[in-house]
């Protein structure tokens, strides 16, 4: 990093804090007490805080580690600068532990953004900087900066243990993956993501190797025609099914072995993935949650995937292969008509704005659902497309880890998309740096207004006394 950069991604992320801090003392002024889902949270953590390890609420579904982590920070910092009584662990203070997981993830984001994209001497410092800021402040995953729930953090262990496999550091990959783990255990797809990339990088020298091999076969190593698909599992068939090559990527990938062997005891010794009240976490084949996501995606990375570019080049690629698209709308149509699952949550509590999407949008007719697929083809198509400087190997390996951790979930729930969306906007090539400012000033306003929403719309329930807030 050159002085010039450090300078001002110094005061990026100086002036990001300093503002996340003003914020953060207004949202306690307000809401004191624990909202929502801390009513669980802060009460466990606070039995940690005193000693009491085994005391556990049925209620939650995660494991400890937000808990765990949160006495780590706290007890030390209650000894050295004396702080005693009801000021130790006390709500405020245990949201201020989220505030520093995102200080953190806004200087791990920064470095992901240097490694993935190395090679691209095009990039400026300045975009870089301006970047980082944009993810930083991504609505969804800001908003619960400023509450005691276990996005900050698991987003946090997460990317570090993305940035130290990306490294080569696998075995402290692993490690920090099993920290992602105790967070939430869908975090363990991301350790599999992790290990994938390993195994896409090997896949990838092989492939190249074979088309070397067969210079008369044009066969590209990013993207091509149905035909090529075919040739590449063709590919991979041979190339797993041999002894040597299993050897290589085990040796490579050997710790996140470990750490997948340690997640399927867990789930057997368990009874489940879920802690807790597993009555209204269900795991279920819900597939349309992919389509879901990918409009979700669409949206927040607007200013990049609806551009009259994509859009004539979407119609082009629509007209090109007429057959192929008419069978993914038949397959997304029977998948919808199938697969859709309407959680009890999401029609129950006007808290969300899933609540408002779903009675706005998917309850205006039964037919809505099905209305909705050249939608969710284009938005497939345009984040396959913006990922096409990836390899193709690269490619499958993270579709499947979005489908694995996006399908399961019966509950549409926003929190859910944020990893799979970083992990993608992560790797996506630079856009200009006009569209780079519109994202930017895109999530600032969604921010301003989702923070307005919580601190001056309240409203309460007819059998209830308790303030009610919007959030995400």
Request: hydrophobic fraction near 50%; charged fraction near 15%; proline fraction near 4%.
């Amino acid at each position: 990093m050159e002085r010039s950069e450090a300078y001002g991604f110094s005061a990026a992320m100086s002036g990001a804090f300093l503002l996340s801090c003003l914020l953060f003392a207004a949202i306690n002024r307000r809401q004191r007490g624990p909202y929502m889902d801390e009513a669980f949270h802060v009460p466990q953590a606070q039995a940690y805080c005193h000693g009491r390890f085994l005391q556990w609420d049925p209620m939650i579904t995660t494991l400890p580690g937000l808990y765990l982590v949160s006495v780590g920070v706290v007890k030390p910092a209650a000894w050295l600068f004396g702080w005693t009584g009801s000021v130790v662990c006390s709500v405020g203070m245990l949201r201020f532990i989220n505030l520093l997981f995102s200080a953190g993830n806004f200087y791990l984001l920064y470095l992901l953004l240097l490694k993935i994209h190395l090679k691209n001497k095009a990039v400026s410092a300045f975009q870089r900087i301006l970047s980082t800021l944009t993810l930083a402040v991504f609505p969804t995953l800001y908003f619960f900066t400023f509450l005691y729930y276990t996005d900050p953090g698991s987003v946090f262990f997460t990317l570090f243990a993305y940035l130290m496999c990306l490294d080569g550091n696998h075995k402290t990959s692993a490690l920090l993956g099993f920290c992602g783990f105790m967070f939430r255990q869908t975090n363990i797809v991301w350790t599999v993501f992790c290990a994938g990339n390993v195994v896409a990088g090997k896949l990838n020298e092989a492939w190249k190797t074979e088309l070397q091999k067969k210079k008369d076969e044009k066969i590209s190593s990013k993207k091509g025609s149905f035909s090529d698909l075919i040739r590449i599992l063709q590919f991979l068939i041979k190339y797993f099914i041999s002894p040597k090559n299993l050897v290589t990527l085990t040796a490579l990938t050997w710790p996140y072995i470990i750490l997948v062997t340690v997640f399927f005891v867990f789930v057997f010794i368990n009874g489940g993935i879920v802690v807790g009240d597993r009555s209204s976490h269900e795991a279920c084949l819900h597939f349309p949650q992919l389509f879901y996501f990918l409009s979700f995606t669409v949206f927040f990375s607007f200013p990049h995937l609806l551009t009259p570019a994509k859009i004539r080049k979407f119609l082009l690629s629509l007209r090109k292969h007429p057959v192929q698209y008419s069978l993914i709308a038949v397959v997304s149509l029977f998948l919808i008509w199938k697969y859709t699952y309407v959680h009890k949550y999401l029609l129950a509590d006007n808290r969300h704005y899933t609540f408002y999407v779903w009675r706005k949008v998917f309850q205006r007719h039964e037919l809505v659902k099905y209305v909705l697929v050249p939608i969710y083809i284009f938005a497939g198509w345009s984040v396959a497309d913006t990922l096409k400087s990836k390899s193709i190997f690269w490619i499958l390996m993270y579709f499947v880890c979005l489908l694995a951790v996006t399908v399961p979930q019966k509950l549409l729930e926003f929190r859910y998309f944020i990893l799979p969306f970083l992990i993608y906007r992560l790797n996506i090539p630079f856009p200009s740096l006009y569209r780079q400012l519109l994202e930017l000033a895109f999530y600032i306003v969604v921010n301003a207004v989702t923070f307005y929403f919580f601190l001056n719309r309240t409203f309460q329930w007819p059998n209830s006394d308790e303030i009610q807030r919007f959030m995400w």
